[in-house]
């Protein structure tokens, strides 16, 4: 089975704050590996990652694969209260996207 | 916005009823996918088309449940006989066939099960 496994689960922090998200994947035909923000709507993209080792950057957010431990990491640095968000990571085999559960994370003023 | 648009956005329905949804894709997008997302869950693969084909269908998805997407362009997800166990959010999502890709969402539509 294809599982995509986020941790932490939950995460609240302060405004201000860096934070690390962590999704590990199995490596069966993988693809690509996406990130995604969920607010209380639908997931919008953030990133793709098809390469070890290529920061991705937009902003304060930045995510990299490691292709050989099979995990990925987004950041968010200066987090703001607008971060608020499940964050959502996607393996990519070419034919199905699978999902982690999501890493909930909480902004406090 | 992301440019795919699903209705309707809200569903209640009786246990028992059949109901259909509605995506409309981008439209140069040739894949288009359904998700199911319940509560605490991420998307949970359902099926997927490549233009009007449907190439993969979950083991999840019961024979009460159908997708079409007859011209290439939208899709519908009809559920027969609808269970309590159906509620949840139904998402769609569309993307471009070749190459890596991103998908991106419709606003979902969330069905009530009664």
């Known amino acids: 089975e294809d599982k995509v496994v986020q941790s932490p689960l939950s995460l609240v922090v302060h405004e201000g704050d860096t934070v690390t998200l962590n999704c590990s994947y199995e490596?069966?035909?993988?693809?690509?590996l996406l990130w995604y923000k969920q607010e209380k709507k639908a997931p919008t993209f953030l990133f793709m990652l098809t390469s070890s080792g290529i920061e991705k950057k937009s902003g304060r957010l930045s995510s990299i694969l490691d292709k050989k431990e099979l995990f990925s990491i987004l950041n968010i640095t200066a987090t703001q209260t607008g971060d608020s968000a499940i964050y959502l990571c996607?393996?990519?085999?070419?034919?199905?996207?699978?999902f982690g559960t999501g890493t909930s994370l909480t902004v406090i003023p | 916005d992301t440019g795919v648009s699903q209705d309707p956005r809200h569903k209640i329905t009786k246990r028992g009823q059949n109901v259909t949804f509605r995506c409309d894709p981008i439209s140069e997008h040739n894949r288009l996918y359904w998700y199911r997302q319940t509560l605490g869950q991420g998307p949970e693969f359902l099926t997927y088309f490549q233009n009007e084909a449907q190439l993969e269908k979950s083991r999840l998805l019961s024979d009460r449940f159908s997708a079409e997407r007859p011209k290439g362009s939208f899709s519908t997800l009809e559920i027969q006989r609808t269970e309590q166990g159906d509620s949840a959010m139904y998402l769609c999502a569309s993307s471009l066939r070749l190459g890596d890709y991103e998908q991106y969402f419709g606003p979902g539509t969330r069905l009530t099960v009664t």
């Open positions: 490596v069966t035909n993988f693809r690509s």
């Open positions: 996607a393996k990519n085999t070419g034919n199905q996207f699978y």
